[in-house]
């Protein structure tokens, strides 16, 4: 099982980017997107059941940020826009095997699966 995490980079504040997360060796219940900033903890950013039931986003990027998904090729993306400076931070996918419901999306201990982070840095 991998996740393989992309689309990060610098981009001016107000400014748009895409980030995928390509899944192999399986398929699975939930995938999210947490991110983190250096010496702070990890933070929810969005997630959703596979099958497009339930989806969770953090009250921070309501609005702004899109998780999205393409079946046919095992990837999940995060179309961000609007960014801010605040939202700098190195960004990690995460998938579980089974469907969570809505109120555990958020909980990073209910993912088996880590992809290797992409960094974004919004400059202001």
């Known amino acids: 099982v991998q996740l393989q995490a992309s689309g990060g980079g610098l981009v001016q504040a107000g400014g748009s980017l895409r980030l995928s997360c390509a899944a192999s060796g399986r398929t699975f219940g939930s995938l999210g997107w947490f991110r983190q900033v250096q010496g702070k903890a990890r933070e929810f950013v969005a997630a959703?059941?596979?099958?497009?039931?339930?989806?969770r986003y953090a009250d921070s990027v309501k609005g702004r940020f899109t998780i999205s998904k393409d079946n046919a090729k095992n990837t999940m993306y995060l179309q961000m826009n609007s960014l801010k400076p605040e939202d700098t931070a190195v960004y990690y996918c995460?998938?579980?095997?089974?469907?969570?419901?809505?109120?555990?999306?958020?909980?990073?201990?209910?993912?088996?699966?880590w992809g290797q982070g992409t960094k974004v840095t919004v400059s202001s």
């Open positions: 959703f059941k596979w099958s497009g039931s339930t989806t």
């Open positions: 995460a998938a579980r095997l089974n469907p969570l419901i809505w109120s555990a999306l958020a909980d990073q201990h209910q993912y088996h699966f």
